[in-house]
């Protein structure tokens, strides 16, 4: 490692929401803070996610900061759910109006962290070369931020233009006339892909595993609305933090499924359908628990899908068999299905036609090859360990995080890991993190991580890190909680089963936002129980 040119109290990195408001609420605690961030902006998952279509999945108000009232009220959203440019602005807004640009660095990417225990502090790197020292560090790295590279046999023989949905041109693409495949078929695919027909002269979907696809009944987002939000700001936000998932659509019913007459199960599902979104996650207190309950839901769904396409045969395509409804990530999506009653869409089925390589003029399955001008990787990402996996962290006595985790990641609380020292893990594996509105458990973490600093100051503190039986305890605890759901049934990316060789761990913690709460603010009352606090 070069020689430390600069000392901080805490380097951040990452500048998307969770590396927004670490650096402003750290840099209000008198903390000296340095951002690194790899893109020329801000804006995180809103920086690379420029794909046609790319919108929010949580409703706008519920997906904002909470900690300034007056940037709640000056900003007006302008869509029930905002799309990728807005949030964009948004979050320039708010990196111009707490004055945080001067402490982000852009286009530079941190590439090592090692403890020194001699200075307790961190060493790290940056892909410019230069060296820098923190007492503390903050992985406010996002938990989709590495975009998924499967091997596709002969990807580098293709002649035409290639994109990956997760690193979309800053220009964008024109796809008019051209011949365009859409490889997977999640939330990012079901955005872009009636966009994309609407320009394109044909539109060729690669499906591995159908998803569900609730309608988003986007639109403009009325004065009305608004107003309300304003009014009973307070309780809203409360409720948010108290709920299952961070937002209010989820103030789950009391009801389990066997104790709903078949009427109201009916109109529940009916209602939720017609409101849209992920409301869908709270038809019944027991959807990803008891099967019943979710196969309900999954007929319902099901019968939506022939509902709206035309052939019988996409249909059944499109209608998902292989895991309980829930279980990998909802889609909200706008004409999804309709788009494939257009004459320029159609779909393929690789399960039944497996893809056999990239080829110079497009793709070919083991039943027919695909002449394309354009192919779009809509392949997702190596989900939440992906970022820190990628960046060579050292903790005591030279351990390796790769190797810590090398049968998956293992946390306290989501937020530290043991012999890794002051190092935090901003919605790391472990907490709610994406089974949560984001914004809600991005400030929550950095919340109670502030207080923990400003707790140790006073007493001279220097390090904090979680016991290993803590660690192993939250582990356990994660991994039960988790099996008394449906979730572990689905090849999903919250069990890492979309990288290849990655280790098949339920990642996030499935005990609720507000569970999880006031489990965290229960360890900072007791003395911040599980972890060793050390002076130096
Ligand atoms: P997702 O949800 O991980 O979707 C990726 C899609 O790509 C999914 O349909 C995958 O099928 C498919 N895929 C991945 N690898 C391959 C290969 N090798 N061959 C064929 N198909 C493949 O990523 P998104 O970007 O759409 O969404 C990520 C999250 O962002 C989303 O959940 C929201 O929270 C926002 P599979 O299901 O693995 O069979």
């Not at 430390?4 to 670490?22: E, P, S």
């Not at 997906?63 to 709640?72: A, Q």
């Not at 996002?142 to 220009?171: C, I, Q």
Request: hydrophobic fraction near 40%; include cysteine.
């Amino acid at each position: 490692m070069a020689e430390a040119t600069n000392t901080y109290d805490a380097i951040v990195i990452g500048a998307g929401f969770a590396g927004l408001y670490a650096l402003h609420k750290l840099r209000g605690q008198g903390l000296s803070v340095r951002v690194f961030e790899a893109g020329d902006g801000v804006g995180g998952t809103w920086y690379w996610n420029r794909y046609p279509g790319a919108r929010v999945d949580v409703e706008s108000q519920e997906y904002s900061y909470s900690f300034s009232e007056e940037l709640e009220r000056e900003w007006t959203w302008s869509e029930r759910y905002a799309s990728q440019p807005e949030l964009l602005r948004y979050l320039n807004h708010v990196a111009d109006r707490f004055d945080l640009r001067r402490d982000i660095r852009f286009e530079t990417r941190v590439t090592a962290l090692h403890w020194n225990d001699r200075e307790q502090s961190w060493s790290v790197s940056t892909d410019d070369g230069e060296a820098w020292n923190a007492r503390f560090v903050f992985a406010a790295t996002g938990a989709l931020s590495v975009p998924n590279d499967p091997d596709f046999p002969g990807k580098n023989s293709f002649n035409g233009a290639t994109y990956h949905t997760g690193r979309w041109p800053r220009e964008g693409v024109d796809f008019t006339g051209k011949r365009v495949a859409v490889i997977g078929t999640g939330s990012s695919a079901i955005q872009s892909i009636p966009q994309i027909a609407q320009q394109a002269a044909q539109v060729f979907v690669f499906q591995r595993t159908p998803n569900y696809a609730i309608p988003a009944r986007n639109g403009p987002l009325d004065h009305a609305t608004r107003e309300d939000w304003l009014a009973k700001r307070e309780e809203k936000r409360q409720r948010q933090r108290n709920s299952l998932l961070g937002a209010l659509f989820a103030d789950t019913p009391d009801t389990p499924f066997s104790q709903t007459g078949e009427n109201e199960r009916r109109d529940v599902l009916e209602r939720r359908w017609a409101w849209g979104g992920l409301c869908m996650y709270n038809l019944f207190p027991d959807l990803v628990i008891d099967p019943a309950a979710n196969a309900s839901a999954r007929d319902f769904v099901a019968e939506k899908i022939r509902g709206i396409v035309k052939d019988p045969d996409i249909a059944e395509k499109l209608v998902p068999r292989s895991y309980p409804i829930g279980t990998k990530r909802l889609c909200v999506d706008t004409g999804y299905y309709e788009t494939f009653n257009r004459a320029n869409v159609r779909l393929i089925d690789l399960k039944a036609t497996p893809l056999d390589r990239i080829t110079p003029d497009g793709i070919r399955t083991n039943a027919e090859n695909f002449a394309v001008d354009a192919i779009v990787f809509a392949i997702g990402f190596d989900a939440m360990t992906g970022a820190l996996s990628r960046i060579d962290v050292r903790g005591r006595e030279g351990q390796t995080l790769k190797n810590a985790w090398d049968a998956g990641p293992r946390t306290y609380l989501g937020l530290m890991v043991a012999g890794f020292p002051n190092l935090f893990t901003i919605t790391g594996p472990g907490s709610p993190s994406v089974l949560s509105n984001m914004v809600v458990s991005i400030e929550q973490h950095v919340d109670w991580i502030a207080n923990l600093l400003a707790y140790m100051a006073p007493f001279g503190l220097k390090t904090v890190e979680p016991t290993l039986d803590a660690q192993n305890g939250w582990v356990d605890h994660v991994n039960e909680v988790s099996s008394m759901t449906l979730f572990p049934q689905a090849n999903s990316w919250y069990v890492g089963a979309n990288v290849p060789g990655k280790p098949r761990v339920f990642m996030p913690y499935i005990g609720g936002v507000g569970a999880y709460r006031e489990l965290c603010a229960a360890v900072a009352a007791n003395g911040y129980m599980g972890f060793k606090l050390r002076a130096a």
